[in-house]
């Protein structure tokens, strides 16, 4: 497997389904409604759908840069906040999330494979890791997403 088709095996599988480690995000979110994902169950823990904000926030954030912009990081757009918690603007926050992982795959699946190892502009590492980072940062937030669902007594599906 080459290492664009390894990297897009990785974001899919994270992102979609067939993860190793457990549900992926979307398997972590089947079946949640705009109520669950605004409550929360665990004082001083952001709510899944907090967490689904800033999951695509930072998929955004990370196909810009992937792109050579320097999107500005405010405390806002790292975690944007939940407003309106009804049907609708959950819906609206999926496919935010959805858009912003197309996005981030559309960059990946072109980004030139020699430049992985080098370096972003004013950082200590390679493309490579803000493209695993990114991976990483979405499983870490599926787990706590599958915590949350578990506080709330709705568990995901077994995987």
Do not use: C
């Not at 089947?30 to 605004?38: R, W």
């Not at 030139?112 to 590492?125: E, I, N, Q, S």
Request: glycine share 6%.
């Amino acid at each position: 497997m080459s290492e664009r088709k390894r990297l897009l095996d990785l974001a899919d599988r994270t992102y979609r389904a067939h993860a190793w480690h457990g549900p992926a995000l979307l398997e972590a979110l089947d079946g949640v409604t705009a109520s669950l994902a605004a409550k929360h169950p665990v004082s001083g823990v952001r709510s899944i759908w907090e967490l689904v904000e800033h999951v695509a926030s930072w998929t955004e954030i990370v196909a810009r840069r992937l792109e050579g912009e320097s999107p500005v990081v405010t405390p806002e757009f790292n975690f944007p906040p939940v407003r309106t918690p009804t049907p609708a603007a959950w819906k609206a926050s999926l496919r935010r999330l959805a858009r912003t992982q197309a996005h981030f795959r559309r960059v990946v699946a072109t980004f030139p494979v020699a430049r992985l190892g080098h370096r972003p502009p004013h950082v200590d590492y390679t493309w490579n890791v803000l493209i695993h980072g990114q991976i990483q940062h979405a499983l870490y937030h599926t787990g706590q997403i599958v915590l949350l669902r578990r506080a709330l007594g709705k568990p995901a599906k077994p995987h």
